[in-house]
């Protein structure tokens, strides 16, 4: 049996890579449209350290004695439905004899802020004084949800990053141990949650140390009952987190190695565990790969895929590992010039390419590789799972109004405005003045970024002109 780090809380701390100091200090909060995009070059990396992870075959008998020692008399269990059927969520409560506990076995996938309320007022009708997730992605989050909500005042909205609500949530919320049953979202080591709002019916993304599990059981045994689909996406929603983190332009030496040593994993097993869900030793390997993609990702940050990923999951109902897998080969493709060598270490990791394989050989065989594990994994494009071409640009705004798509190697945006330059050569070129053809631009930019918000607000589907243009480029090249 392992155990992974000291249970004690450990203060975050900055990196400071240019005096090699490390010294406590406040985060950052980043609301991306109001500041530049951060260079490549950034010296600073926030590292947050995670609590006790439990991490073997059979950890789940030590659920019991996580609850003691976090302190809970009576947890409130999350779950599914699906985790229930397959029997998985019966031996969490196995392990949990005769503490008293309360059950919530109704998380949506892709949970909302209904199902969260739901859940916190049975966790306050019944008195608990802890969480468990017992359940992938969705479960973990709800119940990060319910840890915010029954602590946290108003709706989940007020805290929501693009809300510029992370600095609200406070550190300290109500226990949560995260028992992952997917390899996986690695939510259980991530301080993200992803809650749909009810009312606009779109994902909102919660950041904050509050949303971090106090305690993580990672069993592997609990993902032999996942069914293949399901294990296909999750496994590509945790390669995507690694790469992401990997060529996010918050990447620091600490994500570097989480990130790395995950593709290592994940490259090398996803297939088998695909083909294999009684595979031991590749269950394994996905289960820890997913967990450090999420320690990877917490510490650096996600990018475009995910960016894009989260309104297509929140518009077309397309499960996110699934989302994920459909965007990242395209989205890979698009940024491989901003971050070849990046590219070209993560194809060499996954084994995608190999050492002989030069920079710019190896982040092509990435791209394709990528679009070639689609294939194995019988990952279906956009128009085959149903998704229209007039549907999928009527919701380009919200595909690109995330708050992590400007960490990307390649801003979507910038690729628009090379288009924007040009067009100020040719039009000076054949005589225009320099100054009419500014001001024009910044007339149009200005009616653009006001149209945005106003459709935006009304649900239509409108964004910055460049942006459109590299949305639509996606949904040809995805089919
Ligand atoms: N908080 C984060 O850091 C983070 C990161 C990535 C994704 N997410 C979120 O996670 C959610 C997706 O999570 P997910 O991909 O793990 O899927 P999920 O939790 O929605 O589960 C998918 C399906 O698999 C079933 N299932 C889960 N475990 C099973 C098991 N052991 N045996 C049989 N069936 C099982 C569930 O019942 C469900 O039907 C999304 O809402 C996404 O936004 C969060
Ligand atoms: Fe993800």
């Keep these: ?15 400071d890579l240019a005096d090699r100091e490390v010294r406590p200090m406040t985060p950052v909060r980043r609301t991306w449209r109001l500041k530049p995009t951060p260079s490549r070059h950034h010296p600073m990396a926030f590292i947050n350290y995670i609590t006790q992870i439990q991490i073997e075959f059979g950890a789940v008998q030590l659920l ?75 479960s973990m989050d709800l119940a990060k949800g319910v840890a915010i909500a029954v602590t946290h005042e108003g709706p989940l909205k007020t805290y929501a990053t693009i809300e510029g609500g992370s600095t609200k949530i406070r550190d ?23 809650i749909t709002d009810t009312e606009r019916g779109e994902k909102m993304l919660i950041a904050g140390m509050g949303a971090l599990p106090l305690a993580a059981v990672v069993d592997y045994e609990l993902t032999f009952t996942v069914p293949r689909r399901i294990t296909a996406d999750t496994g590509v929603d945790s390669l995507t987190h690694a790469l992401e983190a990997y060529v996010s332009r918050r990447a620091n030496p600490y994500s570097d190695a989480q990130a790395l040593a995950a593709m290592a994993l994940i490259g090398a097993n996803l297939r088998t565990a695909y083909a294999e869900p009684h595979n ?84 092509g065989k990435l791209a394709d590789g990528l679009a070639q594990l689609n294939r194995d994994l019988d990952v279906p494009t956009p128009g085959a799972f149903g998704i229209t071409k007039a549907a999928w640009d009527a919701r380009l705004a919200a595909q690109v109004d ?10 979507a945006l910038w690729s628009g405005l090379a288009g924007l330059v040009m067009l100020t050569v040719f039009l000076t070129t054949i005589g225009l003045p320099l100054g009419v053809v500014l001001a024009f631009w910044a007339v149009y930019f200005l009616f653009l970024i006001v149209l945005t918000r106003i459709f935006a607000e009304a649900g239509a589907g409108w964004a910055w002109g460049p942006m459109v243009n590299v949305s639509k480029l996606f949904f040809k090249k995805m089919n």
């Excluded at 049996?1 to 990196?15: E, L, N, R, T």
């Excluded at 990046?342 to 982040?363: I, Q, S, V």
């Design 402 to 411: 995330d708050p992590y798509a400007p960490l990307s190697p390649r801003v």
């Design 172 to 194: 300290r919320v109500v226990p949560l141990i995260a028992v992952p049953t997917t390899a996986g979202t690695g939510s259980e080591a991530t301080r993200f949650t992803v």
């Design 1 to 15: 049996m392992g155990s992974i780090a000291d249970p004690v809380i450990v203060p975050d701390m900055f990196i």
């Design 280 to 363: 031991a030793p590749a269950r394994e390997a996905m289960m820890l790969g997913a967990m450090q993609a999420g320690i990877a990702f917490t510490n650096s940050s996600v990018a475009l895929v995910h960016g894009m990923s989260r309104p297509i999951g929140a518009h077309f109902h397309v499960p996110h590992g699934l989302s994920n897998a459909m965007l990242l080969p395209a989205i890979t493709r698009f940024g491989l010039e901003a971050a070849e060598a990046r590219y070209a270490t993560a194809a060499r990791t996954t084994g995608f390419a190999d050492g002989a394989d030069r920079d710019a050989m190896a982040a």
């Design 64 to 138: 019991r004695q996580e609850c003691e020692r976090t302190g809970m008399r009576k947890p409130l269990i999350v779950s599914d439905a699906g985790v229930r059927a397959a029997g998985v969520l019966d031996k969490a409560i196995k392990a949990l004899g005769d503490l008293s506990h309360a059950v919530f076995d109704q998380t949506p996938s892709n949970p909302t802020e209904t199902a969260v309320r739901a859940a916190a007022k049975i966790f306050q009708a019944e008195g608990c004084d802890g969480l468990i997730a017992v359940g992938g992605g969705s």
